[in-house]
């Protein structure tokens, strides 16, 4: 099995909505990521999570909360999210967390109305 | 500060060769990454250099050279299905972890 799946595919949300993105990976990977990337731009590091403990986080707003219950698997939750937070949100993981390429989800593409 | 140029769009003929460039300037550096991206679909993982010189995997090469912060990803016998976009991303692994800081991305179009 050499695939993340997501969960979600497609989110529409109002903005006093709570959910939650969904990421898997059944590789034994031990550092996973969150990435949004907006149309036509690269994808931008949100957090980093090394064998379960967040490690990275880019500064991002609360309203954006990770969480990572095992090691296999990888949420994000959203609440109270802006129009301007509409992207697709792309769930990666690599073997370790300093090496090794990154394999990436196919996204969650979200819209916040 | 973090600064990775890619030209932003380039077109090319079924069965030709293009090479992609990417040039960088990063705080920290231990690897660089090329991605191929389809419309919609998440990045791919296409080859990694962190040693200077090419790295050959089937049709696709990619070069490095650390002292002049420059790679080019090679693309031989193009197909249509390789229009897409090519992310050229460097590991940043200056805190302990790994943090890929991605380029603006090079939309390639391939026609027949």
């Known amino acids: 099995d050499t695939e993340v799946t997501q969960t979600p595919k497609h989110l529409v949300m109002g903005m006093t909505n709570k959910k939650s993105l969904k990421c898997e990976q059944h590789m034994g990977h031990r550092a996973m990521y969150w990435y949004k990337q907006k149309a036509k731009k690269p994808p931008e590091l949100m957090f980093v999570y090394s064998y379960e403990k967040l490690s990275i986080n880019e500064s991002v707003p609360s309203r954006f909360s990770p969480e990572c219950p095992n090691s296999s698997l990888l949420n994000l939750h959203l609440h109270a999210l802006q129009p301007e937070d509409s992207a697709l949100y792309l769930c990666?993981?690599?073997?370790?967390?300093?090496?090794?390429?990154?394999?990436f989800g196919p996204g969650t593409r979200l819209t916040v109305t | 500060g973090q600064n990775i140029d890619q030209p932003t769009e380039m077109t090319a003929t079924e069965g030709a060769i293009v090479q992609i460039n990417c040039t960088y300037q990063t705080s920290g550096f231990n690897g660089l990454f090329w991605y191929q991206q389809h419309a919609g679909e998440a990045p791919t993982f296409l080859s990694y250099?962190?040693?200077?010189g090419l790295e050959e995997k089937g049709r696709f090469s990619s070069f490095l050279s650390r002292s002049k912060g420059y790679s080019y990803l090679l693309l031989k016998e193009l197909q249509m299905k390789d229009s897409a976009s090519y992310l050229c991303?460097?590991?940043?692994?200056?805190?302990?972890?790994?943090?890929?800081?991605f380029g603006t991305g090079t939309r390639l179009l391939v026609s027949p």
């Open positions: 990666a993981s690599s073997l370790l967390p300093r090496d090794h390429e990154q394999y």
């Open positions: 250099n962190v040693l200077d």
């Open positions: 991303a460097v590991r940043d692994t200056i805190t302990g972890f790994q943090k890929l800081v």
